[in-house]
């Protein structure tokens, strides 16, 4: 991933979320070391204190912590955390998005379940 310089999403988001997207991917596991803000800032070619504000919002979501001296490492439940937070906040504003279209397409809660379930067994 590169951080996309025309998003309107802040670079500090971007970094941040790109961690998430490690630790969920296994590739950060529980007390590996975290890319350092200097690190961070060469392989992405930005700010030291940019990258410094993404780690910061993982450290206060607590999925990073602080070892003075040694760095910021991943906190034992940081995958879980991501992935209740995730299911949480996005499956329900998506959730709540389906059921409001569906209701102004008077699709019945029948028929949108069918539909759910139809898509689940076409993943499958």
Do not use: M
């Given at each position: 991933m590169y951080v996309n310089l025309d998003s309107t999403t802040p670079i500090y988001i971007q970094i941040a979320e790109?961690?998430?997207?490690?630790?969920?991917?296994?590739?950060?596991?529980?007390?590996?070391?975290?890319?350092?803000?200097?690190?961070?800032?060469?392989?992405?070619n930005i700010n030291p204190a940019t990258a410094g504000?993404?780690?910061?919002?993982?450290?206060e979501e607590q999925?990073?912590?602080?070892?003075r001296g040694l760095g910021m490492f991943v906190t034992t439940d940081a995958k879980e955390r991501i992935l209740t937070k995730r299911r949480n906040e996005t499956l329900t504003k998506m959730a709540q998005?389906?059921?409001?279209?569906?209701?102004?397409?008077?699709?019945?809660?029948?028929?949108?379940?069918?539909?759910?379930?139809?898509t689940q067994e076409g993943l499958k």
């Open positions: 790109w961690l998430q997207h490690e630790i969920v991917a296994d590739r950060l596991q529980t007390d590996d070391k975290v890319y350092s803000q200097y690190q961070l800032a060469e392989l992405f504000k993404g780690l910061t919002i993982l450290l999925l990073l912590y602080k070892k998005n389906l059921v409001i279209e569906a209701n102004r397409l008077l699709v019945s809660d029948e028929e949108l379940l069918a539909l759910i379930r139809r």
